[in-house]
């Protein structure tokens, strides 16, 4: 379909507005992809989209386009963490020590990174794996390798400056096949968006009020649990009810900080990777609950 016609839709006012259909999305991310037309009319419709706003089966028709273009390469007993591109400003990663307290579990964290994306201007995945060894049970997929197309977004997406659609739906692109699947969400409404775009993909998929939206908790929040027909659980977990006390950073750090934290962690930071890795065993189903999980890595 003639572009234009999806830019009309989204960009015409609360009266002439209209959803895509799902073909219609699904065809309207190939073309953008594709960068079939050109920088302005991808900016253009990605703000009117946004502003529209999206709906569930029009992400899920952007997500099947998606697909498309990706290779998945399996990774058995992974769990893939779905982290924003505009990446973490105030608080280092506490993926790298997660991953050590799982080495010995047999659960592989899957994550993927690519250069900055808008808005939040912070620290990326790719930033921290260019700087610290993962161990082996972190596998890393970087996007301009697996997803050329989305990478290749990336400037354009700059210009615009501003988050768009393609920021929720870039989170989890399957790339290893996982099972599991866990990402962050700031507020409770995306519980349910989120859910209804990603559940159906995983055995089981979760939703928590991870630090900066990333799937680590670093104070008291909510994990959503979701199997693959839809169905939630909510569980309540807070740090302290396990001794930890950390306080976590409202200041902006810089590359060389996090790093340095994650090198070397205080001791409640050590104590909150656990709590973490609690977590990411409950939600594989390799324990019964996130107490049980924290006992076995105690």
């Not at 599991?180 to 990603?198: C, D, L, Q």
């Amino acid at each position: 379909m003639d572009f234009f016609k999806y830019i009309h839709a989204v960009g015409t006012g609360v009266k002439g507005n209209r959803d895509l259909t799902f073909e219609e999305s699904k065809d309207m991310m190939k073309q953008i992809l594709n960068q079939e037309i050109p920088s302005e009319q991808i900016s253009a419709f990605l703000l009117g989209w946004r502003l529209k706003p999206e709906t569930i089966i029009e992400f899920k028709g952007a997500i099947e386009a998606c697909d498309e273009f990706i290779t998945p390469i399996k990774v058995a007993n992974s769990l893939e963490l779905g982290y924003p591109f505009d990446g973490k400003a105030k608080n280092p990663y506490i993926l790298p020590l997660v991953g050590k307290v799982l080495e010995e579990k047999n659960i592989n964290l899957v994550v993927t990174g690519d250069n900055l994306t808008p808005a939040k201007g912070g620290i990326t995945i790719k930033d921290i794996s260019s700087e610290i060894e993962f161990n082996s049970n972190i596998k890393y997929f970087d996007r301009a390798d697996f997803f050329k197309e989305m990478s290749e977004l990336t400037e354009i997406r700059m210009r615009l400056g501003l988050r768009t659609g393609i920021n929720t739906i870039e989170k989890l692109p399957k790339v290893a096949n996982s099972d599991y699947a866990i990402t962050g969400v700031f507020h409770k409404p995306y519980v349910e968006k989120y859910n209804k775009i990603f559940s159906s993909r995983y055995k089981q998929f979760a939703l928590i009020q991870g630090n900066e939206g990333t799937p680590e908790l670093f104070s008291k929040g909510r994990l959503w649990i979701a199997n693959s027909n839809g169905e939630l659980q909510e569980f309540i977990i807070d740090p302290k009810d396990y001794g930890i006390n950390y306080s976590k950073s409202w200041n902006k750090i810089s590359l060389e900080e996090s790093i340095a934290q994650i090198e070397n962690p205080s001791d409640e930071f050590l104590k909150l990777a656990k709590l973490n890795a609690s977590i990411y065993m409950f939600v594989t189903q390799n324990s019964n609950s996130i107490e049980e999980a924290y006992e076995i890595l105690s």
